[in-house]
Structure formats: structure tokens, C-alpha cells
């Protein structure tokens, strides 16, 4: 089960299993077929069981639903959360007051720094580093670890202060939160958001340096794009090739399916072109709106081009945006004053419901039917990593030609990096099937 | 909770001159990967604990594998599948001690709802080709498949339990966790109770405390995530409801993370099943 090899297939066809993919969430693996040197098919495998979370929130009301699509993730909780609750009180017409309206944009920021840090030291840094683990990592470099758990902790700590606990926070409502917060309790945050933002920058200056495989390509990008700031909660949905919807219109221009080959439900423009979400994408479509500090680590940098066309600069990415959501959380600690009220009053009602977040994995998209006593009718979640399939796969087969020259460790371990530099989120992919593969014949 | 001691003796024993260190593993069936995520969410003793004890197998944290055997087994998640069924009972034969963590876990999580409910209809109402989905008619705790040892319950687990067992664990002692209602945790808190001042559905009384009675203090009602304390009286919760609310909405309120555990599914059976599942009516994902 947890073998790993380039097992040669006849008559010049290869046949490549990664089984068991690690520092993922969720549980999936790789299987490549390639016939004389060229990747014909590259086939990511997902065997996390169906949970039907669609049908699980049918007959709930607006605020079960938030606490119950929490559970599609544990690591990106809030970004589920957060894309059903604008898009109850865009479907309803609740109107949020500003102050609820910079909470939400905290809290998500919290779980942005939670995730990225995560991802950046924890899952990604081990493979630049050459070792199989954070805590292997640790045992040479306790410092930088310890850096890293310490920033992941200042996001931690605004999830918990506003949501009463780091992994399925309680508070979010329709119209607001559950509770008001005091500006005492807001302004606790200061201090470890202002330690944060020197790690986040120290944390720029580490992986900008770091050397990666080299891997050009031109995906198709698409990310929210706001008009005053960075893509989170609110935005337009835009592409490197000039689409500009809505944030409620994603199924005008895409579409879940399964395609000929394999049985996985994957999204893609409905004419059929793949495409990526994410901090890359995010970077590419909206780098002009990031946070002034964010913005010159990124000049420093001088890595905007290669961020946006080698995917394993995405490390480079989410520390950018590590950078962004610590100095915006401590811009909104510093503004915020209490709303007068939790949360909006609202009536229940009938109405279609939709609204698109940026994850840190990437956009996410739910849509609901609501009846007319105002109990979910039927739901469409459309996960980050869902939408993000093709597209690795396409880079895939691009890059693994390259590779498979090399010892099947070394082969292995550079396409497992490549797969974790889109951060996949198994769990997260609700309907991600177990792929069936054609033998090669 | 067992009486048997939490490390194996002997070779095991802190006390030895060269102690080995506990072989550790963290495994997942169905679900979000946010009870394990704890572990790493436990950002001050990590890795103090990771030199305590020997982490050879945790799929989201590190590379290096390992198929067993464990002195102890964090299991996450519900048995879904029938390929679940069988590597369950392939870890439970190469552990000494198998610990359940999370409402999936323990109760089988909030995709035991389907439980009530026609699987076939449920599986192509969200999947196109249907027949291409594996999983078995129910989402199950991992109880109902294998012996379990210990269980640390929660949606997700509380990083302060976790930490106590963890403690337990590398120091050869049992771990403290304790079994009574949120409402215990509430008063000590200093919360005024939503129940009695705001007239909120509650399940702090009969649900285990553990949590710290987060919603009671953000201005809401428990909804159960730690599932059923010991002797729940639900029937009588489930009355004081009843007195302003249909059976449908007191089956919704106990229609959470932990429905599956007796005392709740009790209460669900008794006032209706939880809400269905219905019909699609937005359009579909392409066939």
C-alpha cells in the first residue's frame, strides 16, 4: 500500500504509481501512463471515501449549513463558512454592517495565515530541504520550525478569539456573529500579529531563496479580483484570458463533470479548458491590490513572473501572501471599532443563493436552493481542489517527461513536490471519485 | 474507557534505563482531516512531543510510511467504504492501542445523517455515474468494526485533551478526562446560561464537556459536537423542547456531528428521522 516505483510496463510503455500521497490533506496518488517518453495520461487518484455533504445540509436552515460545511475541511473551515454565509445574505438581501463586514475579513485572514504556515513549513519546506518531515526538518533547523509553528499560531489565535476554536469556529451566523466582540478583546491580537509580520517577511526572504526544479508553463489562471482589496471574501470572478463575472455566475462559465477517461468529477470552462485557482493565480490576476507591505516583499522578490509560470514558486506565493493577511488583520485590529449589533435581523425565506471566497487553497463556489419556508432545498460546493485537478494534471504532463529519466526515489520525490505545490485538499474535494485506469494494452 | 495500562509494560516503561520511545501512528478513514490537524495545531509542545515519542506513520505530516506494528494508533474518521472495513481491521491486528479521535470516530460523524436515508438515492443525487462510487450503506464509528481502547471525542478534539492524553501517554499513566455536561463547564465559565435567559436549544445537559462550552459563551446553544454524556436524559431535554417546537425541529437539533450515538438517534427516531435528503434541483455536474 505504501510502495513507491517506476515499475517498466511492455513494449516501451511505463506505467508510474505514487501510492499513498503524503503532506496532503486527504488521502490520494498518482498514476502516470507514459508511452515512449511522452505522458499520455497522468491521473490523480483520490480514495477519501464520499461523505455527500450536498445532500447532508437538505433541510437545514441557512445557519446549520454554516456549521455543517465546516466539517468538508478542517484545515480551510472559515472558507466554507465564509462563502456560505455571503452567499445566504446575497440570495436573502442582508445588508452587513462594516464592522461585522472587517471581522469577517479577520477572521479570514486568520486562517489564511493558519494554512499558509502550515503549508509552507509543515508540508512544502521538508522537499526544498531534502528531508521527509517538519519534524525531521526540526532536528537541523529548530529555529526555522519553530518560526514557522509560531506564525501558524498568531493565525490560530484569531480563529479562536473570534470563533471560539481554531478548527470549526461557532460564531458565524447569517447577518453577522453570534456575539459582539469588545476592543479590548480585538486589540489582544496586537502583539503576536506584530511578531508574526516579522516572521512572514523573515519567512519571504527563506523560500525566495530556495532553488526550484525548472518548470516553465502558461496555465490559465482565475482568482477574485476586488477593486479595493486583495481577493478574500469579495471579488470578481477574472482569468488571465479576460473573463469578469460575478461572484454568484459560476456556473455560467463552468461546470463539474466526469471526463471520458476516468470517473472523477472534475471542473473546467464548459468548453472544456482547464484552469487554476490559487496563490498564483491570486498573485497574477490581483498582485496591484496587495497590502503596501506585501507588495514590496513581493518586489524584493523580483519572482511575480516566475510565481505566475513555475508552479513550484508557489511556496514564494503563499509567503506573499502570509506577508498580506498578517499586515491586513494587524491594519483591521488597529481600525476596528464594536458594531452596534451581533448580527443583522433577517426573515427566513425562499431564494437562490450563491457567492464565490478565496480559500488559501484557492476559489470556492457554493450555490443553494432555498424552499419557501427557507430550509436548504438542494446545494452545489464546488471545492478548490476540485477545480484545480485538470490543471495539475496538465502540468504533469508537461514536467514529468523531465523526471523520469532520473532514479524512481528521485523521480518520485520531484512529482510528489509538484502535486504539493497546488496544496491539494483531498477532503475538501466532496466528490472526488477513485479513478479507474485503462491498462496500457 | 479501558482499564488496561495506556503503554505496554515492561520494554515500554518511562522508567526503564533506555526507554523506547512509543511507536506512534495517525491514521484517517472519512473526514476532514481536522482532528489530526490538532495534533499540529498543538504548536508550543510539538515537537517536544515528537521526541518523546516515535511518529512512524501520519500520512499528512510526513513522508516516511509505515504499515505498523504501533504501540498506539490515533484512528480519525469514519468507516465508509468496504476497503475501510478491512484496513481497520488490518491496523486494529498490528496495534496495541487503538484510539478513536473525532466525532467521526467515535459516532461516526455528520455523514452518518445518511444513515437514515436510502444510500443509492443519496449516491446519485450527487454523482453522476453513481455506480462508480464506492461506499457501504452506512458511515459507521470505528466501535462497530474493532475493539477500540480509548476515544477522544469532539468536533473536532479539544487541543487541552489532547495534550492530557498525550502527557498520559509518554508518562505511563492513565489520562484525565472527564465525563460530565457542558452545563458543568458553562457555570464555571461564568456564562449566564441561553437556555434559561434566551430561550436557545440547548444540548449542553446531556452533552460531555471538553470543548470549554464555546457556544454558550459566543451566544449560542451547544449542538452537541462531543456527543452524548454518560445517562444523557435526552427524553427529557427532547420534552422541554417539544414545549415550543414541532417534532421535526426537535429531530434537527439532535441531528448534529454525534446523531449516530444511541441517546441522540433515540430522540431523532422518536421525533421524526432527521431532515432528508430530498430531490436535486439545481442543475447537475455533467455525466
Redesign the interface.
Known sequence: ??DTGLPTGTSGDLVVDIA????????GSLRLRVRNGAVEEAHLEI??????F???V???TPD?VI??VA?????C?VAYQMTAVHAFEQGLGIPIDPQVRALRRLLYCGEWIESHA?HVY??HL?DFLGY?????L?RDH?AA??AG??L??AG?RIVELIG?????P??V?VGGF??TFLKTEITSLREPLAAALEIALATVDLVAGLVPPDFQREARMVALRHPTEYPMNEGRIVSTDGLDLAPTDW?SEF????VAWS?A?QARSRDGRPYLVGPGSRLTLAADQLHPTAAAALARTGLAGEIRTNPYRSIVARAIELVDAVAEALDIVEAYQPPDR?ATPWTPGPC?AAWATEAPRGMIFH?Y?LDERG?I????IVPPTSQNQAAIEADLTIFAPQVLGLPSDQATHRI?QLIRSYDPCI?CA??F??L?VEDVG | MTSQPWVAPARHSPRAATPRRPRIGVV???????????L??L??E??AI?ERVD?VE??????????GPFDVLFVE?SI??E??AEEIARLRAVSTRLITIGACATAG???A??NW?DHDA??S?????SE????LAM?RPVADFVAVDGELRG??IS?AQLREFLIALVTGRRPQLPDEAVCLECKRRGVVCVAVAKGLPCLGPVTRTG??A??P????GC?G?FGPREAANTASLAAWFSDDRSAHEVA?LFS??TAWSGPFRTQIDAHGG?????E????R???
Open positions: 500500500m505504501h499513498g500521497l503524503t503532506r496532503v490533506e486527504g488521502e480514495f477519501e471515501a464520499p461523505r455527500y450536498e445532500r447532508l437538505v433541510g437545514r446549520e456549521d455543517i466539517r468538508i475541511c478542517g484545515i473551515p502550515l509543515l508540508l521538508p521527509a518531515s517538519a519534524l525531521e526540526a529548530r520550525v519553530e509553528l509560531n501558524k499560531k490560530n471560539g476554536r481554531a478548527i470549526h461557532v460564531s451566523r453570534s456575539r456556473l461546470q463539474e463533470g466526469q470517473h468529477l451581533a437562490t450555490a436552493a430550509f432545498a438542494d446545494a452545489r510528489e477532503s466532496t466528490h471519485l477513485q479507474h | 484517517k478513514f472519512a473526514s476532514c482531516d481536522g482532528c489530526q490537524l490538532t499540529l495545531d504548536e508550543d510539538l515537537l515528537a511518529v501520519f500520512a499528512e505530516a510526513t513522508s516516511r510510511r509505515s504499515a474518521g465508509s467504504t476497503e475501510q460523524g455528520i455523514q445523517i445518511r436515508f443519496i449516491r443525487a450527487v454523482y453522476p455515474q462508480f462510487v464506492e461506499s458511515a468536533c473536532p487541543p470543548c470549554g464555546i457556544c459563551a459566543y451566544g449560542r449542538y459536537c434537527r448534529g456531528f432527521p431532515p432528508g435528503p430530498g436535486p434541483k439545481l442543475e455536474p455533467d455525466a
